[in-house]
């Protein structure tokens, strides 16, 4: 540890010697796997960025140079750098800091992260921002090769290519998104890759010639224009160049030595530029090297093991599909999270990972169905985000059946603010067509997956990651009609959405307890049913806006002699820990019991 004391800021670092920046990087190393195997995080991406990150704060200036993160999840080491180090400990916790990017947290990060493939956006929007305001910095996208499958990273290439901005975009490929990456641009950097020994051939000639007196410029000038001959041979697609980005590489990413050289050469271009870093996920600790996609993102050593929902959704997937041949599954790069593993190996000719693509992924879902297969696209809460208007247009204008099997929703935990899954039942909700389940415990979300078979419209389930206990099965009535769990001589009931808010409910005495398992349409039979003088208290691991207790306050707008409490999320819910959300929010048996008086 002889560095990790004395850098205690970034001209520290700065007055390293070469030999002493590579202590300094295992240093950071040892502290990131420390904390991460006790803290939880993503382990691998970061150790396969300590270098590239050390050589960029060696040369840039942050926070007058601007560096973007894409997804944010390797910038630890940034943190670190970035006056973060004492605080690094607690990192992922509540009241510590963030596993992402957060410019709310610490002036050097420039751009909130958490959510893939915004850097090359964001990045040219600040360099725009820069030359219209007529201020003089750099801009610099890290972006992974799995974050460059996303088509926003598209979007941005296209206009950064003609707009001809300065601004520096790092590639660092380690061939993996979280699982290997998967697609045709994958395959492409692939074969740029196999271009390696020329790449350093080049930069080793270019630095030699370089040097020479009174003719070294001219040699250079001769050297680039032979280079681009070379490579155009070398390479049969220069497509980062065809749209007018400056491509060098690949080089080795964990050499930092020459990173900083090739930073220093392009600093002062005045154009796009793209390096190209070839990075080992999970370098320099074996077994992360081994099992990059295993040591992608660890728990929290702390974490309690409950049921999982995505296993439920594994198993049953593969039995549907057993026995109709219409079934498929569809990711967006997140195949072990949501349980499609199992199916994967099954049906490999019925899988299809789309990469980080989840607004390509809902189409070309809706694209199957309209074609007479049954999809399944499986996918975390807030990712789905991403696909809001393809679930208009393209799933429910046309009522596709198309079937959402939506995970981590509600809060996430310590992956904080940009993950949490809080907003589904209300953008969902308010689409025509959309049907909306959220099953109170595996046997029923076995119950809602079979349903979902013979059910030819779209349809969402939505479940956190894990349930903690199995409930009696008390109604055989089909999965969108309510349940009622427990029933009580009162005029006071609870509407509760899913697994977490039924557990809490059952710790409240003396009320009526409904299952409120479909979210949309309400159940209009229960509701038509209430007699005045009640309280309904709705609760639902969502935004407050839009969400399934605005609908029943609606419902029951006209009458007077009937309270409605909605419980739920006022806006953002920036925690590290489900159970601070929940109890900042108001879900705990003290509030609840105040709220039915
Ligand atoms: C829109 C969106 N979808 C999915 C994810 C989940 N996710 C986090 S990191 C990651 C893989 C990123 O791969 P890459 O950019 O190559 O970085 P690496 O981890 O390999 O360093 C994925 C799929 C996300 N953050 N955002």
Redesign the pocket.
């Given at each position: 540890m002889a560095y990790w004391e004395k850098v205690n800021s970034i001209s520290d670092l700065k007055a390293l010697s070469m030999k002493e920046l590579e202590v300094y990087a295992e240093d950071v190393r040892e502290h990131i796997i420390d904390v991460v195997q006790k803290n939880g995080g993503h382990l691998a991406?970061n150790l396969?960025s300590v270098e590239l990150t050390l050589a960029l704060h060696y040369v840039f200036d942050v926070p007058h140079d601007k560096i973007v993160w894409?997804?944010g999840?390797?910038s630890y080491t940034h943190k670190i750098v970035t006056g973060r180090r004492d605080k690094f400990s607690d990192l992922r916790k509540n009241g510590g800091i963030s596993g992402f990017p957060k410019p709310s947290e610490n002036e050097c990060d420039s751009f909130i992260g958490?959510?893939?493939?915004t850097s090359l956006s964001a990045a040219l929007g600040l360099a725009r921002a820069r030359d219209l305001r007529g201020e003089n910095f750099n801009v610099v996208s890290v972006i992974?090769?799995?974050?460059m499958t996303?088509g926003m990273a598209y979007e941005a290439i296209n206009d950064i290519g003609e707009s001809q901005e300065k601004m520096i975009i790092v590639l660092?490929d380690?061939k993996?998104?979280?699982s290997p990456?998967v697609g045709a641009f994958s395959n492409y950097l692939a074969r740029l890759r196999l271009s390696k020994p020329y790449a350093k051939f080049k930069h080793n000639l270019k630095r030699g010639v370089s040097a020479l007196p009174f003719f070294g410029d001219k040699l250079v000038g001769m050297f680039e224009r032979t280079r681009d001959n070379l490579k155009s041979i070398i390479l049969s697609n220069k497509l980062f160049e065809n749209f007018g980005i400056k491509y060098y590489g690949p080089f080795d990413g964990h050499n930092v030595k020459n990173i900083i050289d090739i930073f220093n050469q392009v600093k002062d271009e005045n154009r796009p530029v793209l390096i190209h870093l070839v990075t080992n996920?999970g370098n320099g600790y074996d077994v992360a090297e081994t099992d990059a996609e295993r040591f992608?993102g660890l728990s929290p050593k702390s974490e309690n093991k409950s049921f999982c929902f995505a296993e439920v959704v594994g198993d049953k997937l593969c039995e549907l599909a057993q026995k109709d041949s219409r079934v498929v599954a569809v990711t967006?790069?997140?195949k072990s999270g949501t349980g499609l593993e199992k199916f994967f190996e099954q049906f490999p000719e019925r899988s299809f990972d789309v990469a980080?693509a989840?607004q390509h992924a809902v189409t070309m879902a809706a694209g199957m169905a309209k074609g007479g297969l049954k999809p399944y696209f499986a996918v975390y809460s807030s990712?789905l985000q991403?696909g809001f208007d393809q679930i208009i247009h393209d799933v429910c204008l046309d009522n596709l059946p198309v079937t959402f099997l939506i995970d981590r929703a509600g809060v996430v935990g310590a992956d904080g603010i940009t993950h949490q899954g809080i907003m589904d039942l209300s953008y969902l909700g308010m689409i025509p067509n959309m049907t909306v389940l959220t099953p109170k415990d595996g046997d029923e979300l076995n119950e809602m997956l079979e349903f979902s078979l013979t059910f030819n419209a779209p349809l969402a389930i939505r479940y956190p990651k894990s349930f903690t206990m199995q409930y009696d099965k008390v109604s055989v009535a089909p999965v969108t009609d309510w349940e009622t769990v427990r029933k009580c001589d009162s005029k006071k009931y609870i509407l509760a959405v899913g697994n977490r808010m039924l557990d809490i409910a059952s710790r409240i005495d003396n009320v009526n307890i409904v299952n409120a398992r479909c979210v949309k349409p309400l159940d209009l039979k229960w509701l038509s049913k209430v007699e005045g003088g009640s309280t309904i208290l709705t609760m639902e691991d969502n935004v407050l806006a839009g969400g399934f207790g605005a609908c029943v306050a609606k419902y029951f707008s006209e009458k007077k002699d009937i309270k409605v409490v909605t419980l739920g999320y006022d806006g953002f819910v920036d925690n590290m820990d489900i159970q601070s959300s929940l109890n900042e929010a108001g879900f705990c048996e003290s509030n609840i019991k105040k709220l039915l008086k």
């Amino acid at each position: 540890m002889a560095y990790w004391e004395k850098v205690n800021s970034i001209s520290d670092l700065k007055a390293l010697s070469m030999k002493e920046l590579e202590v300094y990087a295992e240093d950071v190393r040892e502290h990131i796997i420390d904390v991460v195997q006790k803290n939880g995080g993503h382990l691998a991406s970061n150790l396969g960025s300590v270098e590239l990150t050390l050589a960029l704060h060696y040369v840039f200036d942050v926070p007058h140079d601007k560096i973007v993160w894409d997804v944010g999840h390797q910038s630890y080491t940034h943190k670190i750098v970035t006056g973060r180090r004492d605080k690094f400990s607690d990192l992922r916790k509540n009241g510590g800091i963030s596993g992402f990017p957060k410019p709310s947290e610490n002036e050097c990060d420039s751009f909130i992260g958490g959510h893939s493939s915004t850097s090359l956006s964001a990045a040219l929007g600040l360099a725009r921002a820069r030359d219209l305001r007529g201020e003089n910095f750099n801009v610099v996208s890290v972006i992974g090769d799995g974050a460059m499958t996303g088509g926003m990273a598209y979007e941005a290439i296209n206009d950064i290519g003609e707009s001809q901005e300065k601004m520096i975009i790092v590639l660092n490929d380690n061939k993996m998104s979280i699982s290997p990456n998967v697609g045709a641009f994958s395959n492409y950097l692939a074969r740029l890759r196999l271009s390696k020994p020329y790449a350093k051939f080049k930069h080793n000639l270019k630095r030699g010639v370089s040097a020479l007196p009174f003719f070294g410029d001219k040699l250079v000038g001769m050297f680039e224009r032979t280079r681009d001959n070379l490579k155009s041979i070398i390479l049969s697609n220069k497509l980062f160049e065809n749209f007018g980005i400056k491509y060098y590489g690949p080089f080795d990413g964990h050499n930092v030595k020459n990173i900083i050289d090739i930073f220093n050469q392009v600093k002062d271009e005045n154009r796009p530029v793209l390096i190209h870093l070839v990075t080992n996920k999970g370098n320099g600790y074996d077994v992360a090297e081994t099992d990059a996609e295993r040591f992608h993102g660890l728990s929290p050593k702390s974490e309690n093991k409950s049921f999982c929902f995505a296993e439920v959704v594994g198993d049953k997937l593969c039995e549907l599909a057993q026995k109709d041949s219409r079934v498929v599954a569809v990711t967006a790069a997140m195949k072990s999270g949501t349980g499609l593993e199992k199916f994967f190996e099954q049906f490999p000719e019925r899988s299809f990972d789309v990469a980080i693509a989840e607004q390509h992924a809902v189409t070309m879902a809706a694209g199957m169905a309209k074609g007479g297969l049954k999809p399944y696209f499986a996918v975390y809460s807030s990712f789905l985000q991403r696909g809001f208007d393809q679930i208009i247009h393209d799933v429910c204008l046309d009522n596709l059946p198309v079937t959402f099997l939506i995970d981590r929703a509600g809060v996430v935990g310590a992956d904080g603010i940009t993950h949490q899954g809080i907003m589904d039942l209300s953008y969902l909700g308010m689409i025509p067509n959309m049907t909306v389940l959220t099953p109170k415990d595996g046997d029923e979300l076995n119950e809602m997956l079979e349903f979902s078979l013979t059910f030819n419209a779209p349809l969402a389930i939505r479940y956190p990651k894990s349930f903690t206990m199995q409930y009696d099965k008390v109604s055989v009535a089909p999965v969108t009609d309510w349940e009622t769990v427990r029933k009580c001589d009162s005029k006071k009931y609870i509407l509760a959405v899913g697994n977490r808010m039924l557990d809490i409910a059952s710790r409240i005495d003396n009320v009526n307890i409904v299952n409120a398992r479909c979210v949309k349409p309400l159940d209009l039979k229960w509701l038509s049913k209430v007699e005045g003088g009640s309280t309904i208290l709705t609760m639902e691991d969502n935004v407050l806006a839009g969400g399934f207790g605005a609908c029943v306050a609606k419902y029951f707008s006209e009458k007077k002699d009937i309270k409605v409490v909605t419980l739920g999320y006022d806006g953002f819910v920036d925690n590290m820990d489900i159970q601070s959300s929940l109890n900042e929010a108001g879900f705990c048996e003290s509030n609840i019991k105040k709220l039915l008086k």
